[in-house]
Nanobody, 124 residues
């Protein structure tokens, strides 16, 4: 079991940037595919991005492709999400996630563990 703690959320103006971090516990971090989901008020949680255990492959939701970048540092047991060109519709709680899938995650069901979330608010 892996435990996940997110940080880096905050309030930013439209067009701005944020970098989210997710620190994972456990020595088997490098075995996990990682990713991020988000949940806006009144909406269901949605997939945002996924990255393979090696970091060599990534997937993104169409709504964030070209603006967000997921990466990981297995030595630091940390996964990152760089958010650029933020829009008000990106406002949500962002959750870090881990899964033992051998493929690059593409849907929420690919993940089995979730963090507590960090709030991202984008003002217009």
């Amino acid at each position: 079991q892996v435990q996940l703690v997110e940080s880096g959320g905050g309030l930013v103006q439209a067009g701005g940037s944020l970098r989210l971090s997710c620190a994972a516990s456990g020595r088997t971090f490098s075995r996990y595919a990682m990713g991020w989901g988000r949940q806006a008020p009144g909406k269901e949680r949605e997939f945002v991005a996924g990255i393979s255990w090696s970091g060599g492959s990534t997937n993104y939701a169409d709504s964030v492709k070209g603006r967000f970048t997921i990466s990981r540092d297995n030595a630091k047991r940390t996964v990152y999400l760089q958010l650029n060109s933020l829009k008000p519709e990106d406002t949500a709680v962002y959750y870090c996630a881990a899964g033992l899938a051998s493929w690059v995650p593409v849907v929420l069901a690919d993940f089995g563990s979730w963090g507590q979330g960090t709030q991202v608010t984008v003002s217009s």
